[in-house]
């Protein structure tokens, strides 16, 4: 990476030094990111439209920062993850639409071989890197299989298949191969039983003691991380609130809402789970604490909630609405889509208690952060959709002016400043949703207003900028990059995704 600006260098610099001095070494990183979790859903960021207690979440938002025009890096969850790894869009790679299952398109995994992660940069960097959780871009088989285990005949209906692979099952392309040190966890929300220790199968698990056990394992390691001098990245993805769900046994009946807003709250519990586990370890301050989400609500779990109650209510008629005055949903170009939970909180790199920000991040910004954070570099052919948000974190103008959402389907959105325009693209449903939409997102941020056909200058201007982002193979200052397809951002990709895994032409 060059330096990405030479205006704000020094005070990038700085903030390197500041935070150094102030801890005496590198500072701790932790990222938590919960899985399909709306805006809304925190309730210090939703008062008056949130009926589920969060206050886990709100300790967070009242002793950090929160940046309220946060941004996934796509409005669903194989493409947003792969964006927070590597610092670049996923539809920059063969992967159009959809999400990862089964067959992926490098050997059965997102990410190719060679492609730097957040994880391979810190390690290069001497920190140690843990994984916990989901990681939904593609596992392959690593050597012999162990006997399938009969789930149902152990969990019942609190599996999400009857059977699932045996204990001793080996796997490639877990987080372990891609700059981990150490990974527990699982591939997609289908394999959620079916527990990964680096590279091995060590534990079907019932679905709803899932949460709880990812929980326990990142607190062990804090424990483990934080008995050394070296500093360490740890990464949690959670598998909740995300279809199924399914609260535990202590849980259910904690919430107003149902079992959705039970599996709300425990998530908020899990998080927590992880502060308290810093605090223990007398590492919280020292430590750069982010927690976020992958996309935004899922109305699946809507309909799952209001089906398994008695008066079969929805969210809205309950007073919950899970994206805030967002518009839209996971899936979708909307705000309601990637418009996420974005929480800061770290006192010793001089982020001030209970504060807020309104510039635009997005968590492909990860790797430019780590890299400016630790006054490191790295080549053009990384990160080459990432700028660091230390600037902002500090206060000051952010790098950031612009980000490309992309949806399920496959479309794109261009924001710029106050601007936002969307390529819905062609389908059955052209002769209702219009060709193309422009809102301004500081006076209209529930986009409710088309000023398309006011503001032809504007429409131009996001045309001309998203043709240059999509044809250089990088947003950020650098050498372009070479492009692993064509991309026309105007239509729906004409491709197909084989199994939701395997992109064809």
């Known amino acids: 990476m060059k330096k990405q600006v030479i205006v704000g260098l020094l005070t990038l610099c700085c903030v390197s030094v500041f935070a150094e001095a102030r801890s005496g070494q590198k500072p701790n990183i932790v990222i938590i990111l919960a899985d399909d979790m709306g805006y809304g859903e925190v309730q210090a960021l939703n008062p008056d439209r949130c009926i589920v207690p969060t206050p886990n979440l709100d300790r967070l938002v009242h002793e950090g920062m929160t940046f309220t025009d946060g941004h996934s890096g796509a409005s669903v969850c194989t493409p947003s993850r792969y964006a927070l790894m590597t610092g670049r869009y996923s539809w920059r790679t ?218 079969g209510k929805t969210f809205e008629e309950l007073g919950h609405y899970p994206g805030g005055i967002n518009r839209g949903h996971k899936a979708q170009l909307y705000e309601g889509g990637h418009r996420v939970p974005f929480i800061l909180r770290w006192p010793q790199g001089g982020v001030k208690a209970g504060t807020t920000s309104d510039q635009i991040v997005c968590l492909t910004d990860l790797m430019a952060t780590f890299a400016d954070l630790l006054d490191a570099d790295y080549p053009d052919n990384v990160g080459e959709d990432s700028l660091s948000m230390l600037p902002a974190i500090r206060g000051e103008k952010g790098l950031r002016d612009q980000v490309v959402h992309h949806s399920m389907k496959g479309n794109f959105a261009i924001r710029q400043g106050d601007w936002k325009l969307l390529f819905p693209g062609s389908g059955p449903k052209s002769d209702i949703i219009p060709p193309l939409e422009l809102y301004n997102m500081k006076e209209d941020q529930s986009e409710a207003t088309d000023l398309l056909g006011a503001k032809p200058e504007v429409v131009s201007g996001l045309i001309e900028l998203i043709d240059g982002i999509t044809k250089s193979g990088r947003s950020t200052p650098g050498e372009p990059q070479p492009l692993e397809r064509e991309i026309d951002y105007r239509t729906t990709p004409k491709v197909s995704i084989v199994g939701e895994g395997r992109a064809t032409r």
């Open 94 to 311: 063969l992967r159009t639409e959809g999400v990862g299952r089964g067959p992926t398109i490098y050997g059965n995994c997102m990410i190719a071989p060679g492609r730097q992660t957040i994880g391979g940069f810190m390690k290069e960097q001497g920190y140690r890197t843990s994984y916990i959780g989901k990681w939904h871009l593609g596992f392959s088989s690593g050597g012999p299989k162990a006997a399938p285990f009969d789930a149902k005949a152990a969990f019942g209906t609190d599996t999400h298949r009857p059977t699932l692979p045996g204990v001793g099952t080996r796997h490639k392309n877990t987080p372990f191969f891609h700059g981990f040190d150490y990974f527990y966890g699982y591939n997609t929300s289908g394999d959620l039983n079916t527990h990964v220790e680096n590279d091995t199968i060590v534990k079907n698990c019932a679905s709803s003691l899932v949460l709880k056990t990812l929980a326990e394992q990142a607190v062990k390691q804090v424990d483990s991380l934080s008995a050394t001098d070296q500093p360490f990245l740890l990464y949690v993805a959670f598998n909740s609130p995300h279809l199924p769900v399914v609260p535990s046994a202590e849980w259910v009946g904690k919430s107003k809402l149902g079992i959705y807003g039970d599996f709300v709250m425990e998530t908020d519990w899990a998080v927590g789970e992880v502060i308290r586990a810093l605090k223990k370890n007398s590492i919280l301050d020292d430590t750069m604490v982010l927690f976020s989400a992958d996309n935004g609500f899922a109305p699946a779990g809507g309909n799952v909630n209001r089906d398994a109650r008695a008066d």
